[in-house]
């Protein structure tokens, strides 16, 4: 997925009302811009930090700028802005770079399933196999060298995990994607101590035969691809 022109740069002063982040350019001019991410992006959005910004020609747009990525003080770029790993999903998937989610006929998005009122980020058919259902998870959470989902208690999460489960014992394919936006993470565990519920539904989910996986994001300031599978580990 490349970013459709080239990203601007700018130091990160802070981060408030979930939404909006505030930055100063090498000219010393602060101003805000909208941060589409709604986890506590800890680790991830620390003052200080170096920021690259897209910009919208919507002349409606309260906020023109767009946050789209950060890097640490280790030099590791982090993507925050979790929309995008449902492109990057759907590009790999399209060019058959996760071998285990490939040759089917068709590819939908957001379609309508389960019984909580859920959208399916990633629906595949084939009329000789059975519908597969995949929910795309962005990771960027890094403690300690161990990437972690998620970042803050998402009820959101584990209404997706029900479904999912839901899915499979009907007998179609359900598969969790952990696609990993932070260029310093190499593994993925759920965070039982930020959220012990997910945590346990996942191992539940795991055991009832939803597939996961967890692959990594190569993330730079022209393009961010799927590249690599990385371990995934219950505990």
Known sequence: MKFHAPL????????????????????????TVHCANTGKMTGCADSGFTAYYSTSDNPKRKYPHSLELTENQAGELICVNTALANKVAIEAITQDVIPQ???????????????ENSRIDILLQDEDKPDCYIEVKSVTLLEQGQGYFPDAQTLRGQKHLRELMQIRQQGMRAVLLFVVMHNGISSVKPAAHIDSQYATLIEEAQAQGVEIYAYRAQVSTQDITLS????????
């Open 8 to 31: 601007a740069k700018a130091t990160l002063l802070k981060r408030y009302k979930r939404f909006l982040v505030d930055l100063r350019s090498d000219t010393q001019q602060e101003f």
């Open 101 to 115: 989610l490939s040759g089917y006929q068709t590819q939908r998005s957001e379609v309508k399933y389960g019984t």
């Open 228 to 235: 690599e599978a990385l371990p995934f580990a219950i505990r």
